[in-house]
Nanobody
Framework: QVQLVESGGGLVQAGGSLRLSCAAS????????MGWFRQAPGKEREFVAA????????YYADAALGRFTISRDNAKNTVFLQMDRLKPDDTAVYYC??????????????????WGQGTQVTVSS
């Protein structure tokens, strides 16, 4: 069992920045691929960014490319999502997830085994 706790969400004006964190329990965090998804009201949960266990590969949704950066600190069991130049369309609950299957498609929601409770990001215009 892996427990995830997201933090760092809040209210920000368009063009601003936020840094989300996801702290994970467990000694094997460094073996897992991690991802961030988001869900806006009335919409499906969608992929935002992901990172392989070693940090060597990262993946981004088109909407996040060039504005968001995913990173991880395996010594602190934490994955981060730096979000810059935020837009009102980025408003959503952001969730981090753990994928325990090596080589899985990290853009696919069903690849993830555990999720955090989410953190709200609201971007005002």
């Amino acid at each position: 069992q892996v427990q995830l706790v997201e933090s760092g969400g809040g209210l920000v004006q368009a063009g601003g920045s936020l840094r989300l964190s996801c702290a994970a329990s467990g000694r094997t965090f460094g073996s897992y691929d991690m991802g961030w998804f988001r869900q806006a009201p009335g919409k499906e949960r969608e992929f935002v960014a992901a990172i392989r266990w070693s940090g060597s590969r990262t993946y981004y949704a088109d909407a996040a490319l060039g504005r968001f950066t995913i990173s991880r600190d395996n010594a602190k069991n934490t994955v981060f999502l730096q979000m810059d130049r935020l837009k009102p369309d980025d408003t959503a609950v952001y969730y981090c997830g753990v994928c325990r299957t090596l080589g899985a498609d990290l853009r696919t929601r069903s690849s993830y085994d555990y999720w955090g409770q989410g953190t709200q990001v609201t971007v005002s215009s």
